[in-house]
């Protein structure tokens, strides 16, 4: 049946913007295409005939997740309904890993990015993690995620 998680599609209003942006959190291009398909909008239940996307991934593993960022055209990528509360039921936010979450959170806030949180570090017995959202140019909500051994 079912063999990995394969993407995670965002759309975006201005995708360049959008990829540099993941390109600053490591994530590498693996493709960049655009095309026009008379049956996208059957396939994805869209208003769009025409799009172009970057696949996006950490590391050089073939099998990693890939990041799909998408700008649909004619019509264009449609606004959303902003950023989500993190107690909603659904798909709120996706985490990274790193070895360094203040490093992360610095690097990003001198480019200016928007933080729903600062870097926070909760413990459970068995160990933690230090964490801080940062929004996309989307408003997607990106975690960012260092693992904390138990003391």
Not at 83 to 102: E, I, M, P, Y
């Amino acid at each position: 049946m079912l063999k990995r998680l394969f993407h995670i599609a965002i759309n975006s209003k201005d995708l360049d913007r959008s990829v540099a942006f993941y390109q600053d959190l490591g994530f590498e291009i693996v493709q960049d295409r655009a095309f026009t398909n008379e049956l996208l909008p059957e396939a994805f239940a869209v208003p769009s005939a025409q799009l172009r996307f970057v696949h996006l991934r950490l590391g050089q593993d073939p099998d990693a997740t890939i990041l799909d960022i998408v700008q649909w055209h004619a019509p264009d990528t449609a606004d959303g309904p902003g950023v989500l509360a993190q107690n909603v039921q659904g798909l709120t936010r996706f985490s990274v890993l790193t070895d360094d979450t203040v490093r992360v959170y610095e690097a990003l806030k001198a480019k200016g990015a928007e933080f729903v949180t600062e870097p926070h570090t909760v413990m459970t017995p068995d160990g933690g993690w230090t964490v801080c959202l940062v929004l996309d140019p989307d408003g997607v909500v990106v975690q960012i995620t260092e693992l904390v051994p138990a003391p």
